[in-house]
């Protein structure tokens, strides 16, 4: 019960402080950002769809120390990626309120 009342306390937390620069993204805030953003669309935590896991990506870029900075520009940008099927389209960028939750996201992300 305590997990899941911290995770609450922690959604709560970013909704009405959504300037904090350094807050802990969470799984229900990050899934929340990933549906918002229409991400679940090719992208799931475990499993690949038209696009690889989180997990998948988290793993690509383990010990990678530009990691960050490569997903960062990756989000922010629409670059062209190769869906599973083969064909390629512009990525999506993502609306955040601010850089520094972005950051927080690709945190998660390789946190995975």
């Not at 970013?14 to 950002?33: C, G, K, N, R």
């Not at 520009?73 to 309120?97: I, M, W």
């Amino acid at each position: 019960m305590f997990p899941f009342l911290s995770r609450i306390v922690m959604a709560l937390g970013l909704a009405f402080l959504p300037d904090l620069a350094h807050a802990e993204l969470d799984a229900a805030t990050a899934l929340e950002v990933l549906k918002r953003n229409d991400c679940t669309k090719c992208h799931s935590i475990q499993k690949s769809k038209n696009g690889p896991s989180y997990a998948k990506v988290a793993q690509k870029y383990k010990g990678d120390a530009q990691a960050e900075a490569k997903l960062f520009k990756h989000l922010t940008s629409t670059p062209k990626v190769k869906l599973a099927d083969g064909t390629e389209e512009d990525h999506k960028k993502t609306d955040f309120d601010n850089n520094d939750h972005l950051k927080e996201f690709i945190r998660w992300i390789l946190s995975l």
